[in-house]
């Protein structure tokens, strides 16, 4: 799992397979030193990468991701992007969740809280999530599945956060899941 943020997904996803003999987290990868997601992380037994931006933007990771041979890489508010010699090399593997229904609300800058503001501003009837293979541009790859909320006047940027992450928390595990059973 890849994550730059407070790794509430990553928690949630490793707990989901805590019991699982078949599926497991080989090891969290960030590429910040002071990710949230290492606090929250530390008192799992959990393998860490912690890397400089450039070792991912080079794709120098690919190597030490090799070592895992991972069957799945998921993505889960990391917000660097992909080097293109990890993509040739792990095609068809890596997954990202976006907060929104994408194409809408999707590309560089949108991330996090700058999604759900603009999802109010815009007076949204609606958000969701949406969960996609990662291509070279920005929220743009196939995608997988997507779950819609409704929102409502007295919604605010928190609310929609709120509600956006209780979407992620059921649906990604169980994609995750999906797609590593497909491929057996
Ligand atoms: C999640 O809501 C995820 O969808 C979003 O970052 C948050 C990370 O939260 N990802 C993006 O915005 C990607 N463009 P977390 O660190 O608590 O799991």
Known sequence: MWASGSGSNVENI??????NPLIK????FTNKSNAGVLQRMEPYKVVFEIHENAVFESGAIDQTVA??????????????????????RFPNKII???????????????FGMHVHQAV????????????????AHYDEGAIVFQQKVALGPDDTPATIAQKVHL????????IIEKLLTDHE
């Open 25 to 28: 987290v080989a090891a969290v």
């Open 67 to 88: 070592k895992y041979t991972p069957d799945l890489i998921v993505l889960a508010g990391f917000l660097r992007k992909i080097a293109p010699s990890t993509l040739l």
């Open 96 to 110: 990202n969740i976006h907060p929104a229904l994408l194409p809408k609300y999707g590309g560089k800058g949108m």
């Open 14 to 19: 490793f707990k989901y397979f805590q019991q």
């Open 120 to 135: 109010y501003d815009q007076k949204e009837a609606e958000t969701g999530i949406t969960i996609h293979y990662v291509n």
């Open 167 to 174: 979407l992620e928390y059921k649906h990604y595990p169980e």
